[in-house]
């Protein structure tokens, strides 16, 4: 059987720009695609291995890094979609198809034959005239093979086989049931006086939830467009503590989905993992490829952040309390169902900041255009919608993006609202990274941002939350760190940088969100066309340090969480949800709540590649806040600054040492100061 005949994989794209032909692609067309991809590597390897000639670095590490386009070209797509537009027939040929992946990784890193030349060609490192790039490229693959088991006895590579194959299945159910768990859960609510308290924007969103569920009523579920407005405006205490536990609480039922035992086996395998290759444990094994380096330079920002943030953060929610209890009486305890609730209030009495009364200026469409004509005015890029570019979802926008001198850059994904098949979250993600062909053929990236904005209803556009506009500018940050790469080597360009790197170029990108200048592009009520009135934007600066302290302790807890599950030297088998209290006590701020556990619905660390990493966000804050004090310094749309962040950090990708691009921009190592002035701290 010919496995090619209407194949779309297995073809040359005719598509614009050779873009992912989704409207061809079928189900069955899966696993002949990634059977074919595995065969194809396999004749790449085994014609390296079995070259006769002395090992070198263009016979050897050249074609290893060029091989395996059509398995990735296949891959890419299963997993981005298992993400964005999964359903059960994708998931179920994704469980099938892991082990035999997994098998096929294996088999290549733990090739002695394939070990042994790129050994030969990287102890000649030292004598070899190569340019940084490809010397980066020796040594990360070097490092590859030797980080994956390559240099194990051939019983410890069996174990390791047998590790990183239950690995891959683990992770993959893990999401799986968090993601059944979110779209089971229904709050039907039948009558008006359930709805006290929540804007008309939340109550026509769940009136058009319910219809498209046929429910009479309105019907509210756990996704974040339903979810964090409920939290935060419903009058009703009792459904506040309803949905709160029920999205709290995800996973830990008697059933399917319980993830405690996947939780317990994900870090024991991971921490034998890296005890089996000679690592302390699994974050030591970690952070040898992070800026932080150790968990002893972790531990150190995270403790200087307790030790900072710690005093204003109870400060900040003893003010919320004190509102409750003026409010509801002296005797009101308040409960983690009860924070979101109060601290609206609270912000709104401190600052008259109503992220309602805001929503008509974020019309999707206009804030799109904003989003898109700062990176016009930073870098001279610009967007035109291509409908000729295939989609995989009626929802998702394709764009063509052109550099300042007209040529064409890349293209851009955009999907904005939640679906059943689509995990909660906002992401930025490739389904082709760009590289450099042989011939000098710059090859041009294909990016996707990913988002769950509140969606529009019968008769309203969707209006954004501010924290929504904050996200997209977030996810478009990583976007531009894909789109503006200029690399040798695809495995080094974009966002294949160090992971507590890799949060700089998006947490850059939120500074612009309180900027009065920026906002004034775009942000215009949707029925009036009036602009955002100036006062109205001096309440968003000057509510935009609200409750800054407790933010930053929330997300130091879920580093330490993180950290104490992957610094582990014991396999686990205890309670998880009691392990976890304990690892983050002491960032906590309030009650504890008994049944609640993060860790089994905590995708980031369990499943989506922060393990031992968490902390990367704070880490990059520390480098956002130190990188945007230069374009305050020089006038926030200054092209000459925003020139010098694309040349030295956005299209270097992975190319030099992290610190050496951000000094090579900001002239120094970046401290701090920036940060702790930002919030207000000091």
Same mark, same amino acid.
């Given at each position: 059987?010919?496995?090619?005949?209407?194949?779309?994989?297995?073809?040359?794209?005719?598509?614009?720009?050779?873009?992912?032909?989704?409207?061809?692609?079928?189900?069955?067309? @899966?696993?002949?695609?990634?059977?074919?991809?595995?065969?194809?590597?396999?004749?790449?390897?085994?014609?390296?291995?079995?070259? !006769?000639?002395?090992?070198?670095?263009?016979? !050897?590490?050249?074609?290893?890094?060029?091989?395996?386009?059509?398995?990735?070209?296949?891959?890419?797509?299963?997993?981005?979609?298992?993400?964005?537009?999964?359903?059960?027939?994708?998931?179920?040929?994704?469980?099938? *198809?892991?082990?035999?992946?997994?098998?096929? /990784?294996?088999?290549?890193?733990?090739?002695?034959?394939?070990?042994?030349?790129?050994?030969?060609? @990287?102890?000649?490192?030292?004598?070899?005239?190569?340019?940084?790039?490809?010397?980066?490229?020796?040594?990360?693959?070097?490092?590859?093979?030797?980080?994956?088991?390559?240099?194990?006895?051939?019983?410890?590579?069996?174990?390791?086989?047998?590790? /990183?194959?239950?690995?891959?299945?683990?992770?993959?159910?893990? /999401?799986?049931?968090?993601?059944?768990?979110?779209?089971?859960?229904?709050?039907?609510?039948?009558?008006?006086?359930?709805?006290?308290?929540?804007?008309?924007?939340?109550?026509?969103?769940?009136?058009?939830?319910?219809?498209?569920?046929?429910?009479?009523?309105?019907?509210?579920?756990?996704?974040?467009?339903?979810?964090?407005?409920?939290?935060?405006?419903?009058?009703?205490?009792?459904?506040?503590?309803?949905?709160?536990?029920?999205?709290?609480?995800?996973?830990?039922?008697?059933?399917?989905?319980?993830?405690?035992?996947?939780?317990?086996?994900?870090?024991?395998?991971?921490?034998?993992?890296?005890?089996?290759?000679?690592?302390?444990?699994?974050?030591?094994?970690?952070?040898?490829?992070?800026?932080?380096?150790?968990?002893?330079?972790?531990?150190?920002?995270?403790?200087?952040?307790?030790?900072?943030? !710690?005093?204003?953060?109870?400060?900040?929610?003893?003010?919320?309390? #004190?509102?409750?209890?003026?409010?509801?009486?002296?005797?009101?305890?308040?409960?983690?169902?009860?924070?979101?609730?109060?601290?609206?209030?609270?912000?709104?009495?401190?600052?008259?900041?109503?992220?309602?009364?805001?929503?008509?200026?974020?019309?999707?469409?206009?804030?799109?255009?904003?989003?898109?004509?700062?990176?016009?005015?930073? @870098?001279?890029?610009?967007?035109?919608?291509?409908?000729?570019?295939?989609?995989?979802?009626?929802?998702?926008?394709?764009?063509?993006?052109?550099?300042?001198?007209?040529? @064409?850059?890349?293209?851009?994904?955009?999907?904005?609202?939640?679906?059943?098949?689509?995990?909660?979250?906002?992401? *930025?993600?490739?389904?082709?990274?760009?590289?450099?062909?042989?011939?000098?053929?710059?090859?041009?990236?294909?990016?996707?941002?990913?988002?769950?904005?509140?969606?529009?209803?019968?008769?309203?556009?969707?209006?954004?939350?501010?924290?929504?506009?904050?996200?997209?500018?977030?996810?478009?940050?990583?976007?531009?760190?894909?789109?503006? #790469?200029?690399?040798?080597?695809?495995?080094?360009?974009?966002?294949?940088?160090?992971?507590?790197?890799?949060?700089?170029?998006?947490?850059?990108?939120?500074?612009?969100?309180?900027?009065?200048?920026?906002?004034?592009?775009?942000?215009?009520?949707?029925?009036?066309?009036?602009?955002?009135?100036?006062?109205?934007?001096?309440?968003?600066?000057?509510?935009?340090?609200?409750?800054?302290?407790?933010?930053?302790?929330?997300?130091?807890?879920?580093?330490?969480?993180?950290?104490?599950?992957?610094?582990?030297?014991?396999?686990?088998?205890?309670?998880?949800?009691?392990?976890?209290?304990?690892?983050?006590?002491?960032?906590?701020?309030?009650?504890?709540?008994?049944?609640?556990? *993060?860790?089994?619905?905590?995708?980031?660390?369990?499943?989506?590649?922060? /393990?031992?990493?968490?902390?990367?966000?704070?880490?990059?804050?520390?480098?956002?806040?130190?990188?945007?004090?230069?374009?305050?310094?020089?006038?926030?749309?200054?092209?000459?600054?925003?020139?010098?962040?694309?040349?030295?950090?956005?299209?270097?990708?992975?190319?030099?040492?992290?610190?050496?691009?951000?000094?090579?921009?900001?002239?120094?190592?970046?401290?701090?100061?920036?940060?702790?002035?930002?919030?207000?701290?000091?």
């Amino acid at each position: 059987m010919n496995t090619s005949v209407n194949n779309p994989f297995l073809q040359p794209y005719a598509t614009p720009h050779e873009t992912v032909p989704f409207h061809l692609i079928r189900l069955e067309h @899966y696993e002949p695609a990634i059977r074919e991809g595995m065969r194809q590597e396999d004749e790449e390897i085994a014609a390296i291995v079995t070259n !006769t000639e002395a090992p070198t670095f263009a016979n !050897t590490i050249l074609p290893l890094a060029e091989s395996g386009k059509l398995l990735e070209r296949v891959t890419t797509v299963l997993f981005n979609l298992m993400s964005a537009e999964t359903c059960d027939e994708l998931e179920a040929i994704a469980e099938k *198809m892991m082990p035999e992946l997994s098998e096929h /990784s294996n088999n290549i890193s733990l090739s002695p034959e394939l070990f042994a030349r790129v050994k030969a060609v @990287y102890e000649q490192r030292e004598t070899l005239t190569l340019t940084p790039e490809e010397r980066q490229l020796l040594e990360k693959t070097y490092d590859g093979f030797r980080r994956n088991g390559a240099n194990l006895s051939d019983a410890d590579k069996e174990t390791y086989r047998r590790l /990183s194959m239950e690995l891959s299945t683990l992770t993959l159910r893990f /999401s799986q049931n968090h993601l059944k768990e979110t779209n089971r859960y229904e709050l039907v609510l039948t009558q008006a006086e359930q709805l006290q308290g929540l804007p008309p924007s939340a109550v026509e969103a769940a009136a058009h939830t319910a219809a498209e569920k046929g429910k009479e009523g309105w019907v509210i579920t756990l996704q974040a467009p339903s979810y964090v407005p409920f939290m935060k405006y419903s009058d009703c205490r009792d459904l506040r503590r309803e949905l709160y536990m029920a999205y709290n609480t995800q996973c830990t039922h008697d059933n399917e989905q319980n993830n405690f035992d996947i939780v317990r086996q994900l870090v024991n395998h991971r921490m034998e993992l890296a005890r089996l290759l000679g690592y302390t444990d699994y974050a030591d094994y970690v952070l040898r490829k992070r800026m932080a380096e150790d968990s002893a330079h972790v531990y150190r920002l995270l403790d200087d952040l307790l030790e900072a943030y !710690t005093p204003a953060a109870h400060r900040e929610v003893a003010e919320v309390e #004190a509102l409750a209890r003026r409010l509801e009486g002296d005797d009101f305890q308040l409960m983690p169902w009860d924070f979101s609730y109060y601290s609206e209030k609270l912000k709104n009495e401190k600052y008259q900041f109503d992220e309602e009364a805001l929503r008509p200026y974020f019309e999707l469409s206009r804030v799109k255009e904003g989003v898109f004509g700062l990176a016009t005015r930073l @870098y001279g890029i610009t967007f035109r919608r291509n409908p000729d570019i295939p989609v995989y979802h009626p929802d998702v926008d394709a764009y063509e993006v052109f550099d300042t001198d007209g040529s @064409y850059l890349a293209v851009l994904y955009t999907d904005f609202h939640p679906r059943a098949g689509k995990r909660s979250g906002a992401w *930025m993600t490739s389904y082709k990274e760009q590289w450099t062909e042989a011939d000098g053929t710059d090859s041009r990236p294909h990016v996707s941002v990913t988002m769950n904005f509140t969606k529009p209803t019968a008769d309203k556009p969707a209006l954004l939350t501010f924290s929504e506009v904050t996200t997209f500018l977030h996810e478009f940050g990583h976007a531009l760190h894909g789109m503006f #790469a200029r690399t040798r080597f695809q495995s080094m360009s974009g966002t294949n940088v160090y992971w507590d790197f890799v949060e700089l170029p998006s947490q850059f990108m939120e500074n612009f969100a309180i900027e009065k200048d920026f906002l004034h592009t775009f942000a215009r009520h949707y029925q009036t066309d009036a602009p955002i009135p100036d006062e109205w934007i001096q309440r968003i600066v000057d509510a935009s340090n609200f409750n800054v302290a407790y933010s930053c302790l929330r997300q130091v807890s879920f580093g330490l969480l993180d950290m104490a599950w992957y610094t582990r030297r014991e396999p686990f088998s205890g309670d998880v949800a009691a392990y976890e209290r304990q690892a983050w006590q002491r960032a906590q701020l309030l009650p504890p709540v008994d049944g609640t556990c *993060m860790s089994v619905q905590f995708g980031h660390i369990m499943s989506g590649g922060y /393990s031992a990493g968490y902390y990367s966000y704070k880490w990059a804050e520390v480098l956002d806040a130190d990188a945007f004090s230069v374009f305050k310094q020089h006038g926030i749309f200054d092209r000459a600054t925003a020139d010098s962040f694309r040349q030295h950090i956005l299209s270097k990708g992975g190319t030099e040492h992290p610190m050496t691009l951000y000094k090579r921009f900001r002239g120094q190592e970046p401290t701090i100061d920036a940060l702790l002035k930002r919030n207000g701290i000091k």
